[in-house]
């Protein structure tokens, strides 16, 4: 289906073109839908998730290339790309480092002046149902959900989750979510060189209820650029409910419950669609 929210109208703009990045706690955390949202606005450009499997050393080399292709534009404002957050903490992907590694990225990134949108998802036990979900279609259809036919991930949701799986992956997800949390509050010390605020803290469920236009609109005010109704074409995949959603959802709550408590519970209310 078709999502558009409206930020308001257009209006005159004037300034520097703004660079930023959108740092994700992990997948599944509304990331493509963001750069979708953000690249219907005319004054936003977007390179998707091109550092994904960068070494840290040419993060550097990415944004000078973006400074230089939009440079003079008189329409784009702000360009940026998706950087998730392991990348960042491990320089590379699945290659770790010190904690000194992460503190010269960090201070690169600083010293690049580049703005920062800390994304993350607060419902952590939900993101879990969905991990699980993703990686069972890619197993029945050999792809990502995006490039799956409906039919093929009809099929995929059809199979029992196996409780075991959501529980470690809520597990990881969870660890995720504080230390995401702990590194955007660190960040959030530091301001760009004219002095505005350097990191907006945004959370996937911030952009989906009554609430959303308010939020997308603190996204395009903190990026600098006018007001735009922004619209995105997606592909809804979660059932109203996630009694529908998952086969066995009794046996995935009773295991989450077991481990967690009534913390997880509460966030696998069905009446909760986040």
């Not at 400074?67 to 003079?72: A, I, L, N, T």
């Not at 995401?180 to 660190?186: D, E, F, G, R, V």
């Not at 907006?200 to 996204?219: C, M, N, Q, S, T």
Request: glycine fraction near 8%; hydrophobic fraction near 35%.
């Amino acid at each position: 289906y078709t999502r558009s929210i409206d930020s308001g109208g257009s209006g005159r703009w004037r300034g520097e073109l703004r660079l930023y990045m959108i740092w994700m706690q992990s997948g599944s955390v509304g990331s493509s839908w963001m750069v979708e949202m953000l690249r219907s606005h005319p004054a936003i450009k977007s390179g998707g998730e091109t550092l994904e499997n960068f070494p840290v050393e040419r993060i550097e080399e990415r944004y000078r290339e973006l400074r230089h292709r939009y440079r003079g534009n008189p329409v784009v404002r702000a360009a940026g790309v998706k950087l998730k957050w392991f990348v960042l903490k491990h320089g590379r992907a699945g290659h770790p480092h010190d904690g000194d590694r992460l503190s010269g990225v960090q201070q690169m990134l600083r010293k690049m002046d580049a703005k920062v949108i800390c994304l993350g998802r607060r419902n952590w036990a939900r993101h879990a149902i969905g991990e699980v979900k993703h990686r069972a279609v890619y197993q029945t259809c050999k792809t990502w959900t995006p490039h799956a036919g409906d039919e093929c991930v009809s099929r995929a949701k059809q199979k029992s989750f196996d409780p075991k799986q959501v529980v470690d992956i809520a597990r990881v997800l969870k660890k995720k979510l504080k230390d995401h949390k702990i590194l955007c509050k660190k960040e959030k010390m530091y301001r760009t060189k004219n002095g505005h605020k350097r990191v907006l803290e945004v959370f996937y469920e911030d952009l989906l209820g009554a609430e959303a236009p308010r939020h997308w609109d603190r996204i395009l005010k903190f990026l600098e650029v006018p007001p735009h109704q922004l619209h995105s074409s997606m592909t809804r995949l979660s059932a109203p409910k996630l009694s529908d959603e998952v086969p066995n959802m009794e046996e995935v709550r009773e295991a989450m419950g077991k481990h967690f408590g009534q913390e997880a519970l509460d966030l696998l209310r069905d009446d909760d669609l986040h």
